[in-house]
């Protein structure tokens, strides 16, 4: 186990600048996720702590050791990609020992390290077989076997689960989570999958163009977002925002509920809503509205549980309330976080 640090870490391509002066530090044996949308220099990001790219500017440091002019064979880091290019003619077991052989571990420890890593992963009955005839997941797996076996100190993964389908995607995931779990190796995981970030990440950071937008539990990320970016990337649907008084007031859709079914709660601000389409998802009922004594143009979605009784017909204005505690602020030109102002916002 090693803690992963980068200190102004920039990565420029002719005029693209992949990746903005980046200060990352992560915990010993932390499972951090880098989140962010495509383009925003994730992969970058990680290939330059394994060594793949050079920075620009900056370093990486691996255990405390700068290792920003080493190649990534000797920075005891294991990736897994996207695209697990596992050989197609050579067994799983042999797949397993491809990294042995390259940094010349003697032949007579690979059947005991073979197996260890097969056996941490649950596919030892699957040693002998041809990639071809694995499912999805357990060439992943077999993936995760071949990177492992040289006990690296820190975990590279980028999109390692982006092939599967839904279903699998969850089962895997799972699965990663709990083999990290008992590993305990620090993992550096990139995904623009919020759902991903959430479940599996110890803590987030959100990127945007090559900076860092916050770093966080999957908690603090969700329930107080630095600025008005993170607030619209994580969640789904979206925060809602709204135009006010130089400022954006924010609320997240499953906050935003009709006042008849608050139970007459004290501390709600009560807000007008004209409701437009309604979309029926079987658990939930996405409103989809605007609350013009705030802000006319902006759009408006609130995420209703089944629970609550359908009294939201279409082309009506609703009374409905937002619990104070779940507005918050941003700056209108900035996005940056700001603290309440004083009074109610409508
Ligand atoms: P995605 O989720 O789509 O993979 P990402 O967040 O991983 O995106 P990067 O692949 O790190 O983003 O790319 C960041 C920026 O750097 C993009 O604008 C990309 O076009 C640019 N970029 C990445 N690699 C190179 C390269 N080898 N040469 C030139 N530009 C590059």
Redesign the pocket.
């Known amino acids: 186990m090693a803690v992963v640090e980068t200190r102004g870490l920039r ?1 420029r ?2 005029d ?4 903005d002066g980046i200060d990352l530090l992560t915990g010993e044996g932390e499972y951090l996720v ?1 989140l ?12 330059l702590i394994a060594g793949l ?1 050079s920075p620009s500017e900056g370093d990486v440091l691996i255990g405390g050791r700068a290792v920003t002019s080493l190649p990534p064979r000797a920075r005891r880091i294991a990736m897994v990609f996207q695209s697990y290019a596992l050989y197609p003619h050579k067994s799983v077991s042999r797949n397993i020992a491809f990294p042995l052989a390259a940094a010349g571990v003697p032949k007579d420890e690979w059947r005991q390290r073979i197996h260890w890593a097969a056996s941490l992963l649950g596919i030892e009955h699957l040693l002998d077989r041809k990639p071809r005839e694995l499912s999805g997941g357990e060439r992943q797996r077999v993936a995760l076997a071949r990177a492992m076996v040289r006990e690296p100190e820190v975990f590279l993964l ?2 390692p689960l982006s092939n599967l389908d839904a279903k699998l995607r969850a089962t895997a995931r799972d699965e990663l989570k709990q083999f990290q779990q008992r590993i305990g190796t620090t993992t550096v995981y ?1 995904t ?1 999958d919020q759902t991903e970030a959430m479940g599996l990440g110890e803590r987030i950071a959100v ?1 945007e163009h ?1 900076r860092i937008q916050q770093i966080g539990s999957p908690r603090e990320i969700y329930e107080d977002p630095a600025n008005a970016f993170v607030a619209t990337f994580v969640g789904a649907p979206p925060m809602n925002l709204l135009q006010r008084n130089g400022m954006l007031v924010g609320f997240r859709p499953e906050h935003f509920l009709p006042e008849s079914a608050a139970g007459g709660r004290a501390g709600l601000q009560r807000l007008s809503f004209k409701v437009g389409r309604v979309e029926y998802l079987g658990s939930d009922r996405y409103v989809y509205g605007r609350v013009p004594e705030v802000d006319p143009e902006a759009k408006v979605v609130a995420k209703l549980p089944s629970t609550v009784p359908d009294v939201v017909p279409s082309g009506e204005t609703v009374p409905f309330v937002v619990p104070l505690d779940a507005l918050r602020f941003f700056d209108r030109d900035t996005g940056v976080r700001k603290p309440p102002p004083p009074g109610p916002i409508a």
Request: charged share 20%; proline share 4%; net charge neutral.
């Open positions: 990565k391509f002719g693209t600048v992949a990746v880098l962010g949308p495509s383009g925003c220099g994730k992969t970058t990001l990680l290939r790219e980028d999109e990139v623009h990127l090559g």
